[in-house]
């Protein structure tokens, strides 16, 4: 029972495709309207939405929100203003993790998948082991190791102090421990995630290019910068781009880890924008904040984009 | 960008084949590849030592009193050996773990579900359908790809609130559902299917429905299965929104559900880390059997470029 | 000072005021109406409801107890469940306001006093004079000033029901290694600073301070208040927590740092794991700690906070019931609600039991309540000169800043001047946008 095509053939077909496809704009949208209405609903209206609020004093338990026009913009870049010392501290505790982060979050892995893609026994199992707090999920890892890094009763101290190391190092509590507390747990968390798309790039590295490179007299290190790290390249753009979004979008492990402190300097900017729109009850300014934080991404999207392109061409 | 998906899902599902830096040929090679595969293996080992011993410690952290976590931290062996924590947890009822662990578990599949169904068909449609607005509604969609999920955060807070979904399982499971990624993963995914197919398909008379459930569909295995271990993973790990959204104590997945545990327990540690280990269990168990599988999607999902 | 003479006159007239309206009213209707959107304090006695009760004691006996309560009043009243929700007090104030605007809050909850202004103008609590007067309760029932934090625009909004003050923790086996004796606890500065001169001496880092809400900020307002200052001023429109007093308290505390009586870097909840571990003498906790079991082992004794300022004070909170106004309020649960806060006030002699002073003078001045819990005596001695929170709406936005200064300034990362002066100079922008959001 062949099913037939619900849309008309609508003559009027200016587009490539087959013969005997044409235009099936029905259809398509009929496929395309479970996800579109979800989209529209949940993407494109909030976007709008958002810039809306962000355009008022828009205090959700109040009745009124008022105009605002660009008043919450102009606050964020306004130095001595509510918001504008708050916001770029926050911004700047992002920046600082992001930097900090994405380098060891795509070495490590780099260098585990290396070392995961030699003929070795278990390597699914070493596998397995290393994406595991990967399914735990940020809160069961922050609370772990708010736990573990506690600076008297956590056993990292203790072992350091047993091996003879410094021992008072307050990790959840001061900077700059605080950010390699963050870092490392992030790093702990995710690695496995990074380690096992890496290690499918380096499979599909072509074995000759590797014979070709031997025959040449490269040694390991020649081979690893001539062939594996160009082979690797796309699944590496891939990689990066997702770990730098994920560290700029920093949420959980300060919020569980150190909440911020000491002071707020290691409130992210995510954690400020939530506190702000949803328990400081100051939507509007919120709203302002996550559209310049957006600036900022798209900009550095950009940036990486193109620094990828150039690469590879 | 262009990697020829089929080889590529070919090549995923075979055996793992390897691609061995130093390929030992030779007596004094093989015995300078023995020493360094010795330093792997301890490599390898120490790595996972390190993410093994603090589940272990946490475990037995557990069992251990109040008191005892306080005074002696630097001993593992809980002494004395209790299961106070546990019963106290599972007897107060106000923190409902094992409650959390099923939300989180229908929360996550329901998401799963509905991204599966509404990206696959969506997908089909732009990669496989001319129609008008086609450019359009493509570009709608990529342009979100990098917009961070913090523009959403409010106003979908109002949307939901407004809806009245506000704790809920629909406040943690549509709106996220509506995400680009899907959509353009799958999108992308099917453009690199091989067309003739669908071309005989088409010619014999099947309708856009007929190929898109009998051939484009079991063609994708894999990226689906990749898709759909993504989002259940995303899902499962989502802990901003849920803070916000979801309000009664039963109706907390696992994420929140765990802070809220820490912040109720703050100093009672034996609870809180039992609190961790019931929430790790389960899935590690879970994991452990589908770990493969699990772990072959997610790797395959950098190959699309 | 001057705030507290002005309530008194202002509750006065509250009281003739309250009083003369609802004589001139008919009176609290039964069943399930009464004034106007308000709260009516006749006994329940519709159909069966469930009705949520979020609250935040989580920490200490209450966790047990509560249950326990509630349960028996469940058992006692046939038409009315009551659903037990605790969470953290800041997930409260965090979530229950947008929650009651979408009508999932609770019925009934218990807040802070300074959250109690907030709410009201925030239109989330209902008005409780009805049930006040069927309870007869008057404001020299409770502490000073504790009655009229929960007046907002003329009408009440709060009943109170506990206050907890700050307290002298002290580990007396470790007072003893040191040579002090732990009959003679230190009251004043001089003697404070020769206990933890003799304790230096013995090796123990005597009072271990720290930069967090619950120890950290609460030490440093008892500071600020003992040497004459507040924290904002008299129509909170100005903080004035970096006053000189503001300064001296919080430079005692980094003192304590700074001179070795206290180590650097004190971890959340480090001090009373510390007190506990008997590494340190004094802890500077609330009262609410004397329930923490992990104390049982632990040879300790409480006493009042010794007298570093001027003038004797300390901090204290306390803690009222409140009626929400959610979206689509059903009448039936928030009378229900009513005779369930009504039951607890009857049953309320129990409470001390989770470290919580009852804030009813008679149940709290009851002997047999100290004979009872004979910890809780140097806590209700701090009643006569405790201070309680500043009652504005939108008033924790300015507080969190307070604690951003003592952290700043304990972790040595600010000088006490510059950590109060950035807090307050931010506060006020704070209290600026409060007075144009939610007026006076």
Redesign the interface.
Known sequence: M?????APVVPQ?T????P??????G???L??A???I??C???????V??IW?SLH?W????PVHPFSGFDNYVDLFTPG??TF??FWQSMAATGIFTVCSVPFLLVIPLL?A???????KG??I???????????????I???????L??????VN??L??IGLPS?I?W???VPWAWVSLVGVTV?WTMG?NT??????????N?EL?DAA?VDGAG?MR??FSV?LPGLR??M???TTVTI?AS??M??QS??LTNG????TTRS??MY??DQ???????GA??AM??V??AF??VI?VVNFRLQREKTE | MTVNAESTVARNTALPSEAPLDEPRGGRRRKQGGKARIWLYVALILTGLVIIVPLIWIFLTSFKTDYNAINQPANPIPNPFTFDAYQTLLSSGQQPIFRWFFNSLAAATLQTVIILVTASMGAYALARLEFAGKKIVFGAIISTLLVPPVIFLIPNYLIVQNLGWLDSIWAITIPGAAGAFGIFFLRQFFVGLPGEIEEAARIDGAGDIRIFLQIVLPLSRPAIATLAVLSFLTNWNDFLWPIYVLLSPENLTLQPGLSVLQGAYSTHFGIVMAGAVIASVPVLILFTLAQRQIVDSVASSGLKG | MKRRTGRRALAAALAIGVGAALVGCSGGGGGGGGTQNGVSGGDYSGPNVTISFWNGWTGGAAPVLVPKLIKKFNDEHKNITVKDVPMEWADISAKMPLAIKAGKGPDVSVAHGDDLATYAAQGLTLPVDDIVKTLGYKADDFPQGLFEASVYNDHQYAIPWSVTPLGLYANTTVLKSAGLDPEKLPTDKESYLKALDALKKAGVQGEWVDGYVFTGTFEFESLLWQFGGDLYNKDVSKATFNSDAGVQALTWMVDLVKKGYSPKNVAQDGNINALIAGKTAFNWNGVWQTTNEALDKVEWKAAVVPQIGTEPAVWSSSTHWIFLNNKGQDKNKTAAAATFVKWMNDNSSGWAATGELPAKNTVREDPALLKQYPNLEPFMKELDYAHYETVSPGINGANALITTAVNEAVLLKKAPKQALDDAAAQADKILQQNKKQYGG
């Open positions: 062949a099913s037939t095509s619900i077909s587009s490539s495709g087959g005997g496809r044409g235009r099936k704009t259809t398509a949208y496929f395309l479970p996800f579109l979800l989209f609903v949940f993407v494109l209206a909030p976007a939405y958002g609020i004093t205090n959700p338990l109040l203003s509510l010392g708050d585990i290396v070392m995961l893609n030699q003929k070795i390597s699914t070493f596998r397995g082991i290393f994406f595991a707090p990967y399914v735990l999920g940020v809160a069961v922050g609370v772990i190791w708010k736990y573990l506690d600076p008297q009763l956590g056993v203790h072992v102090e047993a008072r307050p959840t509590v001061d702990w995630f096992v798309i890496l290690l499918a790039g380096l499979k599909g590295i074995a590797y031997s390991a081979k690893f594996t796309p699944v753009a891939f990689v979004l700029a979008n949420f959980g919020y569980l402190r000491p002071g707020n900017a995510i924008i939530a729109g949803l328990a400081q009850n100051q939507m919120a709203a996550s559209y934080l957006f991404l798209a999207s």
